[in-house]
């Protein structure tokens, strides 16, 4: 595909991304069974437009549109730095993790949950296309950041769970592991280092210690895959590829 192709891509990724986890919120419910039909009800307006419901409505749009533009611009960009730095199918694997775990921090900004529906698929996922295709890291090396990121954040937790309680939510553990599956042990350290930095920042600016990890750990996945590629693309690997 041609550069803007990929990038047009990589903007609608991006743009919908809001629109489709507030979709998917609505569609878990929290007290029902996931229904994946409620993703497409339609949305109801406000029918007076004099009203103030609508006027707040038209605030909240306005707002919305302006943060799905930039998520489609800095998608745009990833893809585009994707493609021209890895080979197709790589890329598309690569492409689609990350517009996963972006939906997975967006929905834990809104509700302080990284569901199973994601998490799950992303650690199976990542030790599948390790396997096939390689687009990251090798097999030993996946296997490896899986059941590190996995293990790490448990010991953390039983170390921190004398002073907090429920210091590391289910979902942060398995989103980790997940990473690890696709970056491989090496450069999950270095997710789990710019993890720590987003987050001390995070909790800086909402001026509170307990916040949610999903966000920071989805700045951090893109900061180090674009790391990653990069460093790769030059024939420097930290581990090579078989």
């Known amino acids: 595909m041609e550069i803007t192709e990929v990038s047009l891509i990589g903007f609608i990724c991006g743009f919908l991304l809001i629109p489709v986890s507030s979709r998917l919120l609505k569609s878990f419910g929290w007290e029902t069974p996931f229904r994946f039909s409620n993703m497409f009800h339609i949305i109801r307006f406000p029918k007076r437009k004099d009203s103030p419901k609508y006027a707040l409505f038209r605030l909240l749009l306005g707002k919305m549109m ?15 730095f994707l493609f021209s730095y890895m080979p197709p199918i790589q890329a598309s694997l690569t492409a689609a993790m990350l517009v996963v775990v972006a939906l997975s921090g967006l929905m834990d900004l809104r509700i302080w949950i990284l569901p199973d529906f994601f998490t799950i698929p992303l650690i ?3 030790l599948a296309a390790t396997y096939y295709f390689q687009p990251l890291t090798n097999m030993e090396d996946s296997i490896t950041g899986c059941i590190f990121g996995y293990i790490l954040p448990l010991v953390i937790a039983l170390i921190l769970q004398r002073k907090h309680e429920n210091p ?8 980790m592991a997940g990473l690890g599956a696709w970056l491989g042990f090496t450069w999950l350290n270095v997710v789990l280092v710019v993890s720590f930095v987003t987050f001390a920042l995070f909790a800086v600016m909402r001026k509170s210690t ?20 990069f460093v790769n693309s030059t024939g420097f690997e930290l581990l090579p590829l078989n």
Not at 66 to 77: E, K, M, N, S
Not at 210 to 229: D, K, R
């Open 66 to 80: 302006f943060c799905c533009c930039i998520y489609g611009i800095i998608f745009a960009l990833f893809f585009s």
């Open 124 to 126: 199976i996922s990542g």
């Open 168 to 175: 590391i939510g289910g979902g942060d553990v398995k989103m």
């Open 210 to 229: 307990v916040c949610p990890y999903g966000p920071p750990l989805t700045l951090a996945a893109l900061i180090t895959v674009a790391a990653q590629v």
